[in-house]
């Protein structure tokens, strides 16, 4: 197969490089894309250096695209893939709110959607890890009847300009000296926790809490959602405390047991923190107890490597669209 990256100069391009090294695809050309500010940039995959294409039109002849890129670069690649007839698998959230995409979450559950469409959407990031959580609970709860959600993203969700921005802040403040002026997203984050992730707008609403609420609303087949999005000033590991609440009887141990089964998760106690999931693909989850203040509601925390989960699950995906697994 010939496999494109589209992005994979990105902290999350970086992660499904490393995915795709131990893949069962029968690769045998990658092509990695990124703007032209990656211009004359390499990156390794499978122990050699490949050079960075600048231009979409290295698309061409490709059997599969990974969308690692900006949203707005991740949809004009989606039409050049459509029209060239490349299989897209969309990483990067752009294709994630599109009703006419099917969005996989799971995989190899009742309801999961099929793989043989041109172009498949997987939740991103902390939406990805709650899906994993809530997708059982759907099923064995009876329904859900809304989650509120409140959200904490890491600098590396940032991608590598969050990283670069709190390293250099923190820096700068222990050694007493400036902090980069302006900062780079928009807002000092070293020791400190801002109340909002991207820009607010007129409703008081940022960009990605209503992409959360839209996709995880996908997820559990229309059911309301309210998210609040936080950036806190940690490295790697996002997590989010879900306040569920069931259509039916819902009782900590169904919940239990139900996260139990479930692929892709790993129950801890009494809580894994975002350090203990940094690195791994599965999504980690804790203190799940009932909520005193709804007669059907649990609450749960759950902590994972956002970067890490969507590269493996976007390679998975297309290892299963390619019969792989």
Known sequence: MRVAVVGATGALGGELLSVLDETRLPIDALVPIATDRSL?????????????????????????????????????????????????????????????????AELHVAGAPALDAPALAIPPGLALAAARVLGPLHRALGGVAHVGATLLASASAAGRAGVSALSEETIALLSQSDAPDPPALGHPIAFDVLPWDGAIDDTDTTPGERAFETVIGRVLGGAPVSATALRVPVFCGDSAVLAVEATGPATVAAAIEALAKAEGLELGAPAPTTRAAAGSADVHVGRIRRDPARERGVLLWLAADGLRLTAAHAVRVAEARFGRV
Request: aromatic letters at 4%; proline letters at 6%; glycine letters at 8%.
């Open 40 to 104: 004359g940039a390499d990156v390794e995959f499978q122990g050699m250096s490949m050079a960075v294409e600048t231009s979409l039109a290295a698309l061409r002849g490709a059997d599969l695209a990974f969308l690692c890129a900006p949203p707005s670069a991740s949809l004009e690649a989606t039409r050049l893939c459509l029209h060239g007839k490349v299989v897209v698998i969309d990483a990067s959230g752009a294709l994630a709110s599109a009703p006419e995409v099917p969005l996989v």
